[in-house]
């Protein structure tokens, strides 16, 4: 909490929600943003990881920039419980820039990236490699405050689908065709984004309009990239 923690996937639904779940599901107020997620989130899948739907915000960025820039104001506005963000591309100067805006509240911040990150430097103080196993997933601790962990940790298959409270093969993302979009209220959208951006755009699937948003600043160019 109030710093920056990486996650680091073989691929988008490698139990990475699921590792978050105890921590999503002790919050207990505020909402949890999803910003560009690799697919659509399933509604269906988030509610069998027992989190809150109606506190989830979808959001959904034009640009790189867009997304770093949403990010960071909603990390400095403290509004938000939790932020989950899955950058195509970020630098470690926008971490370092993200990692700082963190320290000044108490959001739940984890960036999630590809594991080939692993070997380029982060502010983050800590990072997590996952990995699918036989016997469940793998947790390698790559950096963290203290001393360095020697040994991968093993959360066991039935462990993991403890988490689920009905089906432990479920998914939390809409790879095709989208049955279960996930829904959020109206009202919570445009009170969000009114105090993060106009270049934002929030998940509307209720009444199908775009929540009514502020004038933004941009993302520092040169740190965009």
Known sequence: MGALSEILIQHPGTAELALLQPAMAGLQRGHIILLEPPYQPQALGLAELGLD????????CKTHSDALWSAEQILR?????????????????????????????????????AQQQALNPS??????????????????IIKRR?????????????????MYRARPDTTIYEHEHVEHPLIIDNSVASNLTNNITSRTQAARVVAGRTPTTAQHRNFPAELAG
């Open 146 to 162: 203290g001393t360095q962990a020697h040994a991968p940790l093993i959360i066991p298959q039935a462990r993991l689908a403890a």
């Open 53 to 60: 739907i109606s506190r989830i915000l979808w959001l959904r």
């Open 123 to 140: 502010p983050a103080p800590l990072r997590l490699k996952l990995q699918r196993v036989a016997l469940g997933l793998q947790v390698e």
């Open 77 to 113: 506005s403290a509004s938000c419980a939790a932020l989950l963000f899955w950058p195509s591309q970020i630098r470690s100067e926008n971490l370092r820039r993200l990692h700082l805006a963190a320290q000044s509240g108490n959001t739940l911040f984890t960036v999630i990236r």
